[in-house]
C-alpha cells in the first residue's frame, strides 16, 4: 500500500482541478477513483487506513471516511476485515469470452440513412445578406411579444408546470383553427390541430405518420430540401415531379407507374421557384390522391404575406374531408426562436392522431402558447401582418428595381408572387453555384436553384435551374441597390474570366 | 344568371358566419366561392354585375369587385366581356385518366409503424395521485424562473429571433458541460454538448443517427416505454434484455447471436425496477461495445435526486472516449413543461453530428436557453436539487411506512434507490393491471409493471413482473398513508372477489 501514489494521485488531481472548486472529500473520492481505472492504483492494493491518508493529506478524516464509503459503494473497492482492498475493474471489464467472434470493428460514424442526406450548410456568421426564409427581424413587435409573454407567464399555475395536452394548449388550437378558417379557408375544428415546434418537426411527424417505410412520396423538383430531408430519415422512397408556371406537374405516367401514398407540395408559393399551384391542378389533385389513398402535405408556409392580392385558399379547403394535412408555422410571420408551428389533419384520423401523437411527442410550453393564442385572438397578429406585408412589399419592389438596374440582360426575376424570396434566372453563361461562393466573400448568402434539385433532373429532360432564391426581408431598399451592384461586378467578372479561360 | 341564387347563398353564409365578424367583401366572396365548389352556381353561369348585386344585397360595390377580382385571379370565374362567367371547376377535377387502375383505395387510416406503436394512455384528469414520472411541481421556485426568464428576455436581441445555432446556445451547452462533469463524472466539452428538447427528441434522433433501419438495438425489459416508442419508429429491431437485481444482464448468448448496433439503459435508476447497473456490469459494457462497434445510450434521467449516496459516476465517464451517447433532461429535476434536455456525444463525431443536426434540426428559444444557462451557473439548480432531494427522501421514506403499515404481507417495496418512485412487488394472487383499472376510480395512477415488459417475456422463462411503479414526488407522507390504505382496500377486495369466485 502506497501513501506516495495515493498522494500524488489526490495532489496532481487537486491541481487539476483547482477552477473546479470541489470539496475535499470529492476530490479524495475522484483522485482515487481515476486512479483505480487507470491502473495507478492496482488490484488487491490496500488503501491506506482513513486516519492515516487524512494525516498525511492534511484534510479531514471524515472526508477520507465519505470518499472510501463511495468508492466501496460503487464497486471499486470492497471493505475487509484487513482493511480496504482495491477491486479488479480491469479483468471485469476485460473477459470477452473466446467464442465470441467480435464483429468487423464498425466505424465511428453516425448512420448511413443520416450521413445520405443532403447537409445543410453551416451559416456563415460573415454571409446574411438575402438569406432566404428568415423574417424581418428588426421589424418584429419585440416589446409587446415581451408584454403578451409576462403575462402569460404569470398565469402559469404549479400545475402547469407538467406534460401538458400533447396535441397543444386547447385554446392555441382554437385560435389557430378559427385563423386559418377566415385566412386561408381551411375547414377545420380546434380538435383537428396538433401544435409542433415548427414545420421541420410537423414534416417528420408526417413522414412517419402518414407513409411506411420504402412507400412512395411525391416532391417538388426543384424542392424545399427540409422535406426532402424529412422524408428520407423515414425511409421513405422518393419521387420527384417537375414544376412548371403552374406548380407541380404530375403527368399521367407518375400517377399509373409510381403512385403515391404522400404527395408533398408548397401550393401558395413553390419552394423555391415561386409559382402557384393553378385551381385546376388543386382539385385535380384531390381527386386523384383520394382515388388512390394518397395523403396530400400541404405546407403553406408564407401564403400570409401575399402582395397581388389574396392568395389562392388552400387545397384542404376547397372540399368537404379532403386528405389533406395542412402544415402552419410561425417562423415567418412571428420568428422562428419561436418554434411554434402545427399541422391541421383530416376530421376522421382525429382519434388515432390523438393517440399516436401522446405516444411520440412530449408538450409543454404553455406560457409560450397561450402568449400565441393570446396575440392572435387580440388581434395584434393580424395587425402585425398587415405592416409586414407592407414592408416586404416594398421590399420585394426595391430589390426588382435593383436587378432591373444592375443586372439587365444577366439576370431575370422569373416569379415574385409574395412571400419574403423571390427567384431569379441567371441569363448569363455563368454557374449559379460558383457565383453563390463568389458573391459568399462580399456578405451575400445566395441560394442556388440548382440546389433544390434532386440529381438526375437533367437526365430527365428539362433543362436545369440556374439562378437564385433571394430572400429580401431584411434587405432595405438601398441595401437592395447596393447587394445587386455587388452581386453584378461578381458576375461580371465571371464572365470575363470564362471568356479569357476560352481565349 | 340567377340573384336569388347568389343572394341565398350570400344570406346563408352571412348568418353562418355571424360570429367571425368577416368584412362583407370576404363574406360574399367565400359564399360564392363555397357556392361554385358545390356546384349551387354551376358552371357557364353569367354572375350578376356587380352594380346589381351591390344593390341587391345592399352591401357597397367595391366590395363586389373585390370578390369577382379574387374569384377571377384564383381560377373559378372568367371575365369576359360579357361578364363574369364560372368556371368549369367540377370537371376540371374529375378527369381521371381511363387508362389509370385507381388503386384499391387505402383505409384511411395512419401509417402501420405508427399504429403498432404500444400506446401511451391518455392521461384521465381524476387520476394523478402516484403517477411516476412528474417531479413536485408546487416546489418549484416559479417566481425564481420568472424572473430568470424575464431577464433573460430582455437580454433579447432581434437577431436572436432568427434561427439559431441547431446544436443550442453555447451559453448552455457550456454550463451543462461543466455541471455533468462534476456531478456525473461526465468527460465531455461543450461541443459535444446537444440541445434537444426533451428525451424523447433525444431518443428520437439517437435512434436515426445512431443506427439504420433493420439493426439491432438492446432495450431492458421491462423497461421504459418512451424508448421503445422511439426505436421502432426508426424502424430498428428490438432485443429485449432480461434485468436482474444489477441491472441489465446481457448473456453471452445475447452478444454471441443478436450483438446490438445500440444497447439503450437506465443504468443509474432502471426504469422501472430501480435497480443500478453494477460497475462490473458498466466497465464489460464498455469493452463489448467497443469490440462490437456498437453505441450505448446511457438515460440518465434522474440520478441527480439519489437519496442514499452519491449515484455511481457515468458510463460515459469511466474511460476516455467511450462509446456512450449520454441522455440528460431538466423535466425531471427542473419541470417537463420546459422541453429542455441535451445529449453528449463521443468526441470523435462532433463534426458529423454538427453537420446531421443541423440538417434535421431546428433550434430558437434563445430567452430559455439562457435563463437556464444562468439558473445552473447562479448555483439555483444546485440549491433547488438539494431541496429536492431533502423532500423526495421524505415522501420516499413516507411512501415506504405506508405500504407497511397498509399492506404489509400483500406488497413489497423491491426498489427505493432513489428518484421520484419506488418499484413494489404484489405479493398476493392479483393482477397489476386489474389491480390498477380499479384503483383509477380512486383517484390512483398506478403503473404496472408488467405493462414495461415485452410480450413474449413470460415464454423466455423469466417470471413475469406483477407489481407497480409509484411515483411519490408529489405526494405527502401524509397522503401516501391515505393512498396505501385506499389500496390496501382495493387490493383486499380483489382478493376476496377471486376467493368467492373459485368457491
Redesign the interface.
Known amino acids: 500500500m502506497d501513501y506516495a501514489l495515493m498522494m500524488s494521485a489526490y495532489e496532481s488531481r487537486a491541481r487539476a482541478s483547482a477552477s473546479?472548486r470541489?470539496t475535499q472529500q470529492?476530490l479524495l473520492y475522484?483522485s482515487l477513483?481515476r486512479a483505480i481505472?487507470d491502473g495507478d492504483i492496482g488490484c488487491g492494493t490496500r488503501l491506506a487506513s482513513s486516519r492515516t491518508l487524512a494525516e498525511e493529506l492534511d484534510i479531514a478524516r471524515n472526508s477520507v471516511l465519505y470518499a472510501y464509503?463511495?468508492l466501496v459503494?460503487?464497486?471499486?473497492v470492497t471493505a475487509t476485515r484487513h482493511g480496504s482492498i482495491v477491486n479488479d475493474?480491469?479483468a471485469?471489464?476485460?473477459?470477452?469470452?473466446a467464442?465470441?467472434e467480435?464483429?468487423?470493428?464498425?466505424?465511428?460514424?453516425?448512420?448511413?440513412?443520416?450521413?445520405e442526406?443532403?447537409?445543410?450548410r453551416?451559416?456563415g456568421s460573415e454571409a446574411v445578406a438575402l438569406r432566404p426564409?428568415?423574417p424581418a427581424?428588426?421589424a418584429?413587435p419585440?416589446a409587446q411579444w415581451?408584454t403578451a409573454?409576462?403575462r402569460a407567464?404569470?398565469e402559469?399555475e404549479?400545475?402547469?408546470?407538467?406534460?401538458?395536452d400533447s396535441a397543444g394548449l386547447p385554446a392555441l388550437r382554437q385560435a389557430i383553427a378559427?385563423y386559418v378558417?377566415?385566412s386561408r379557408?381551411v375547414r377545420c375544428q380546434p380538435d383537428q390541430v396538433f401544435i409542433t415546434?415548427?414545420t421541420?418537426?410537423s414534416l417528420?411527424l408526417c413522414a412517419?405518420?402518414?407513409?411506411?417505410?420504402g412507400?412512395r412520396v411525391w416532391i417538388e423538383n426543384p424542392g424545399y430540401l427540409g422535406a426532402r430531408?424529412?422524408m428520407l430519415?423515414a425511409?421513405l422512397s422518393l419521387v420527384p415531379i417537375p414544376v412548371d408556371a403552374a406548380g407541380m406537374a404530375a403527368r399521367?405516367e407518375h400517377?399509373?407507374d409510381t403512385?403515391p401514398?404522400l404527395v408533398y407540395l408548397t401550393p401558395s408559393h413553390q419552394y423555391p421557384l415561386g409559382c402557384v399551384l393553378?385551381?385546376?391542378r388543386r382539385?385535380?389533385l384531390?381527386?386523384?390522391a383520394?382515388?388512390?389513398?394518397?395523403w396530400i402535405i400541404e405546407d403553406d408556409y408564407d401564403s400570409e404575406l401575399r402582395h397581388d392580392?389574396?392568395p389562392?385558399?388552400s387545397i384542404q379547403g376547397?372540399?368537404d374531408d379532403t386528405?389533406v394535412i395542412y402544415l402552419g408555422t410561425f417562423?415567418k410571420t412571428l420568428?422562428?426562436?419561436?418554434?411554434i408551428g402545427f399541422m391541421i389533419v383530416?376530421r376522421?384520423?382525429v382519434t388515432?392522431?390523438?393517440?399516436?401523437h401522446?405516444?411520440?411527442?412530449?408538450?409543454?410550453?404553455?406560457a409560450e402558447q397561450r402568449a400565441l393564442a393570446d396575440f392572435i385572438e387580440s388581434g395584434r397578429y393580424a395587425r402585425h401582418l398587415r405592416r409586414m406585408r407592407k414592408l416586404y412589399l416594398a421590399r420585394r419592389d426595391g430589390l426588382v428595381a435593383a436587378i432591373e438596374k444592375h443586372l439587365a440582360g444577366l439576370m431575370t426575376v422569373s416569379a415574385d408572387a409574395g412571400g419574403m424570396h423571390l427567384s431569379v434566372r441567371l441569363d448569363a453563361p455563368v454557374d449559379d453555384v460558383a457565383v453563390s461562393e463568389a458573391a459568399r466573400a462580399h456578405g451575400l448568402a445566395l441560394s442556388p436553384l440548382s440546389a433544390y434539385c434532386l440529381r438526375g433532373l437533367a437526365e430527365s429532360g428539362t433543362a436545369p435551374y440556374n439562378g437564385f432564391l433571394l430572400g429580401y426581408a431584411e434587405a432595405t431598399p438601398e441595401a437592395s441597390d447596393a447587394l445587386m451592384q455587388t452581386l453584378a461586378e461578381v458576375v461580371k467578372a465571371m464572365i470575363e474570366a470564362t471568356v479569357e479561360c476560352e481565349v
Do not use: N
Open positions: 473546479r470541489l470529492d475522484e477513483r481505472l464509503e463511495r459503494e460503487e464497486g471499486f475493474v480491469k471485469t471489464a476485460a473477459r470477452p469470452s467464442q465470441v467480435p464483429r468487423e470493428s464498425a466505424p465511428r460514424s453516425l448512420s448511413r440513412r443520416v450521413r442526406l443532403p447537409p445543410r453551416a451559416p426564409g428568415v427581424l428588426d418584429f419585440l415581451r409573454l409576462e407567464m404569470r402559469v404549479a400545475s402547469e408546470l407538467g406534460y401538458g378559427q378558417r377566415v379557408g415546434d415548427g421541420q418537426t417528420d412517419h405518420f402518414f407513409a411506411d417505410e412507400e430531408v424529412a430519415t425511409g399521367e400517377w399509373r403512385p401514398r393553378s385551381l385546376e382539385l385535380a384531390i381527386e386523384r383520394r382515388a388512390c389513398g394518397a392580392g389574396p389562392l385558399p376547397l372540399a386528405p417562423s420568428f422562428p426562436a419561436l418554434r383530416p376522421q384520423i388515432q392522431m390523438e393517440t399516436a401522446r405516444t411520440l411527442v412530449r408538450q409543454g410550453r404553455v
